[in-house]
């Protein structure tokens, strides 16, 4: 598989699995207080999703998040994979 189609993978599952998430949520929080000394701050997220949504939004955010480290994976393998002329003792072509 290429890097390429997996990063596009990745962000067409994350975008599916969060818009689900985020798109049929109800009766959502968020909070954020502030203190000193700085120990005391809180940020509070509550998301209530509720049915097929929320099974198929949190298992399609998983496989994206799985494309983009296989996407990850294979860039680095790929940039490895090259080897600089400079490394190999040859002189670079034109």
Request: some cysteine; hydrophobic content about 55%.
């Amino acid at each position: 598989m290429n890097s390429d189609r997996a990063l596009i993978a990745s962000i067409l599952f994350l975008g599916l699995g969060l818009g689900l998430i985020f798109g049929y949520c109800h009766d959502s929080t968020i909070s954020l207080s502030g203190a000193y000394p700085v120990a005391g701050a809180a940020l509070q997220i509550a998301i209530n999703t509720n049915g097929l949504p929320a099974v198929v939004g949190v298992a399609s955010t998983l496989i994206g998040v799985l494309f983009f480290f296989a996407a990850l994976v294979l860039t680095v393998l790929k940039l490895m994979g090259q080897r600089s002329p400079a490394r190999q003792g040859g002189t670079p072509a034109a």
